[in-house]
């Protein structure tokens, strides 16, 4: 079974300080990851995947397969950056069926 | 290009009753997916339909069906209404769909059953 797992609910930081969102996940093959955001009254929407290895927003995360994590990073967080924070993984249940699993998200406040 | 449209925004249906709800995706995206999203269990795949066909499946009870016209245009069905059904329904339009391709997300429908 695939499983996702954000160990923090909620997560406070200054403005200007560095920012780590934890994002572990249980899965016995090469997995698709993600990370979605939704920012207050909009839509959930793709922030970045493994697979294209890029910065958006100045947030990066990188595969770590030996410890089988995903962490999302940003090295001086920015107001705007408040926001939930969900991490997922895509990767074949059984057979050739598909599913996108969500973990269950992390509110990230950036204070003033 | 428009984004994601879900229809009705908002739902209230009496246990043991039926409900039908929409989703009109991108245009050009061929793969629509349906996700239920409660506070105790948060996001979880319901399905994935591409091409009219049901391509990929989450592990929820058969009550819960769908289907996608030609036209890509999703509808998800609940029959024999439970309260825990209530929650916010997200369907989400893909160029190709899982597991490699990105979703956008519609604003979602919020079913309250009573």
């Known amino acids: 079974a695939q499983r996702v797992t954000q160990p923090e609910k909620l997560l406070s930081v200054f403005k200007g300080a560095p920012v780590e969102l934890k994002c572990n996940y249980s899965?016995?093959?090469?997995?698709?990851l993600f990370w979605y955001v939704q920012y207050s009254r909009q839509r959930l929407q793709l922030l970045l995947r493994?697979?294209s290895r890029e910065s958006i927003k100045g947030f990066t995360a990188d595969l770590n397969k030996g410890e089988t994590s995903f962490h999302l990073k940003k090295p001086f967080a920015q107001e705007e950056d408040s926001a939930m924070y969900y991490c997922?993984?895509?990767?074949?249940?059984?057979?050739?069926?598909?599913?996108?699993?969500f973990g269950k998200g992390t509110l990230l406040t950036v204070n003033p | 290009k428009a984004g994601v449209t879900q229809t009705p925004r908002y739902l209230i249906k009496t246990r043991g009753q039926q409900v039908t709800l929409s989703c009109s995706p991108i245009?050009?995206?061929?793969?629509v997916s349906w996700y239920q999203q409660t506070p105790g269990q948060g996001l979880q795949f319901l399905f994935e339909?591409?091409?009219?066909?049901?391509?990929n499946k989450g592990n929820f009870p058969g009550r819960f069906s769908g289907r996608q016209f030609s036209n890509s245009r999703s509808e998800m069905n609940v029959s024999t209404l439970e309260l825990g059904d209530s929650a916010l329904y997200l369907c989400?339009?893909?160029?190709?769909?899982?597991?490699?391709?990105?979703?956008?997300f519609g604003p979602g429908t919020r079913l309250t059953v009573t």
């Open positions: 989400a339009s893909s160029l190709q769909g899982l597991p490699r391709y990105e979703q956008y």
């Open positions: 899965y016995s093959g090469s997995p698709e």
């Open positions: 493994h697979i």
């Open positions: 997922a993984l895509s990767g074949p249940s059984g057979g050739s069926n598909y599913k996108l699993t």
């Open positions: 245009s050009g995206h061929r793969s």
């Open positions: 339909y591409f091409s009219e066909t049901q391509r």
